[in-house]
T-cell receptor, first 117, second 115 residues
Framework: EPEVTQTPSHQVTQMGQEVILRCVPISNHLYFYWYRQILGQKVEFLVSFYNNEISEKSEIFDDQFSVERPDGSNFTLKIRSTKLEDSAMYFC???????????????FGEGSRLTVL | AQSVAQPEDQVNVAEGNPLTVKCTYSVSGNPYLFWYVQYPNRGLQFLLKYITGDNLVKGSYGFEAEFNKSQTSFHLKKPSALVSDSALYFCAVSRASGGSYIPTFGRGTSLIVHP
């Protein structure tokens, strides 16, 4: 069964460092997302990506965050200068080309745990 | 803004007994509702969804959920729990039309099924 893969599974970084989290969505999917979950809190939407551009972003997704799909397979989330409060589990998700894009379910990766010291 | 509430951080049930995991939502207009499950060290997996039609929807692993518009609820149920059902369960809502279609998730409910 096709799946979304994420790397690394766990990254520890120093405050102020840049981090890139990588995702390989399911190959025929068209919609891509990043969510995050701070320990014990709800899963929060960060950004959605469609047709090679950001389609929607939350207020969490400020100027220190960026996404790109550089080669048609990878979908990356970059955090330019990490803060302590960026420590969280980051989930990538993708959604297929269903007839109505709003009703399709998301397929999630296993997550990348980011620890900022 | 749309939101989801999962009022219980943890639900404990004995194997073989029925289980319910509660979810209420808030959204403008008609909702699309989803349940996802997360097993340890895994990503969220889709269980079932309500889009339109019959209020009782059936999903994977014997789970079902009932959409109740008047109570704005979408509780997850299973007639007979298994130990292997122990996991973290997330409810999500999105709008059926207008505005953001991005699913908004709750904080999750930990289901523990005791042998």
């Amino acid at each position: 069964e096709p799946e979304v893969t994420q790397t690394p599974s766990h990254q520890v970084t120093q405050m102020g460092q840049e981090v890139i989290l990588r995702c390989v969505p399911i190959s025929n999917h068209l919609y891509f997302y990043w969510y995050r979950q701070i320990l014990g809190q709800k899963v929060e939407f960060l950004v959605s990506f469609y047709n090679n551009e950001i389609s929607e972003k939350s207020e969490i997704f400020d100027d220190q965050f960026s996404v790109e799909r550089p080669d048609g397979s990878n979908f990356t989330l970059k955090i330019r200068s990490t803060k302590l409060e960026d420590s969280a589990m980051y989930f990538c998700a993708s959604k297929g080309p269903s007839g109505n894009s709003n009703t399709g379910e998301l397929f999630f990766g296993e997550g990348s745990r980011l620890t900022v010291l | 803004a749309q939101s989801v509430a999962q009022p219980e951080d943890q639900v404990n049930v004995a194997e073989g007994n029925p289980l319910t995991v509660k979810c209420t939502y808030s959204v403008s207009g008609n909702p699309y509702l989803f349940w996802y499950v997360q097993y340890p060290n895994r990503g969220l997996q889709f269980l079932l969804k309500y889009i339109t039609g019959d209020n009782l929807v059936k999903g994977s692993y014997g789970f079902e959920a009932e959409f109740n518009k008047s109570q704005t609820s979408f509780h997850l149920k299973k007639p007979s729990a298994l130990v292997s059902d122990s996991a973290l369960y997330f409810c999500a809502v999105s709008r059926a039309s207008g505005g953001s279609y991005i699913p908004t998730f709750g904080r999750g409910t930990s289901l523990i099924v005791h042998p």
